[in-house]
């Protein structure tokens, strides 16, 4: 597979069925057709999708999140639900004002037979690059414990654990391990 094929571009509302069945094979969390249908309603500039000529071949959805909302994630409260869509548009000022902002990722999947070619990690440098865009400090997503792969390819790129949050899945009981990973270190020194 090259990388050169492959285009990322946003989610639409016609690569959502395509989107189902990657999430279908690979036994992510469940999100279903509504939730990415309200990613796109919201214009959600990190709801993205790999694909080769018109083959969606992976996804992922991210949000930018504000300092609060991020508050809400790291807390232990039973009933944390997902923050609201708030999609912050570019400031253009000086670095002085522009706000400060996380970013989080919520689901990230690759085509079985496309799987540890290096699309995942396109994918992931094309959201980041995009989060940067947004001047997001941060990147934080939550991966089940035993998701072996997972958790290598998130190290590989640069993401480091950060703690395990316990219970946190269900169908089966599992901790989640929440990892960080740091961007544009250089404005917050
Ligand atoms: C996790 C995932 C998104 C990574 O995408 P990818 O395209 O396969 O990954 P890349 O080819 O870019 O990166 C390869 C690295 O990922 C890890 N990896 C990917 N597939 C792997 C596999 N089958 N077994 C072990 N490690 C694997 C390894 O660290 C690998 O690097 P290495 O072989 O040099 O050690 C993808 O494998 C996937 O969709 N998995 C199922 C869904 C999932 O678990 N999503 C994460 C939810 S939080």
């Given at each position: 597979?090259?990388?050169?094929?492959?285009?990322?571009?946003?989610?639409?509302?016609?690569?959502?069925?395509?989107?189902?069945?990657?999430?279908?094979?690979?036994?992510?969390?469940?999100?279903?057709?509504?939730?990415?249908?309200?990613?796109?309603?919201?214009?959600?500039?990190?709801?993205?999708?790999?694909?080769?000529?018109?083959?969606?071949?992976?996804?992922?959805?991210?949000?930018?999140?504000?300092?609060?909302s991020?508050?809400s994630f790291?807390?232990?409260s039973p009933n944390y639900n997902l923050p609201s869509?708030?999609?912050?548009?570019?400031?253009?000022?000086?670095?002085?004002?522009?706000?400060?902002?996380?970013?989080?990722?919520?689901?990230?999947?690759?085509?079985?037979?496309?799987?540890?070619?290096?699309?995942?990690?396109?994918?992931?440098?094309?959201?980041?690059?995009?989060?940067?865009?947004?001047?997001?400090?941060?990147?934080?997503?939550?991966?089940?414990?035993?998701?072996?792969?997972?958790?290598?390819?998130?190290?590989?790129?640069?993401?480091?654990?950060?703690?395990?949050?316990?219970?946190?899945?269900?169908?089966?009981?599992?901790?989640?391990?929440?990892?960080?990973?740091?961007?544009?270190?250089?404005?917050?020194?």
């Amino acid at each position: 597979m090259n990388k050169d094929n492959i285009k990322i571009v946003r989610m639409q509302l016609h690569d959502i069925i395509s989107t189902l069945a990657i999430l279908e094979v690979t036994g992510l969390e469940s999100w279903k057709y509504a939730d990415f249908q309200l990613e796109i309603q919201h214009n959600n500039p990190l709801a993205l999708v790999g694909k080769i000529n018109t083959t969606v071949i992976g996804f992922c959805i991210a949000r930018l999140i504000t300092p609060l909302s991020l508050i809400s994630f790291i807390s232990h409260s039973p009933n944390y639900n997902l923050p609201s869509p708030s999609f912050p548009k570019i400031k253009t000022t000086g670095n002085n004002e522009k706000s400060i902002t996380e970013c989080e990722i919520y689901n990230i999947g690759i085509k079985r037979e496309f799987q540890n070619k290096g699309a995942g990690t396109y994918l992931l440098n094309q959201l980041i690059s995009i989060a940067n865009g947004y001047d997001a400090k941060s990147i934080w997503l939550e991966v089940r414990s035993s998701n072996k792969q997972a958790i290598r390819f998130y190290q590989k790129n640069d993401f480091k654990e950060i703690y395990e949050r316990k219970d946190f899945y269900s169908k089966p009981l599992e901790n989640a391990v929440v990892m960080k990973r740091n961007l544009q270190p250089q404005f917050y020194s």
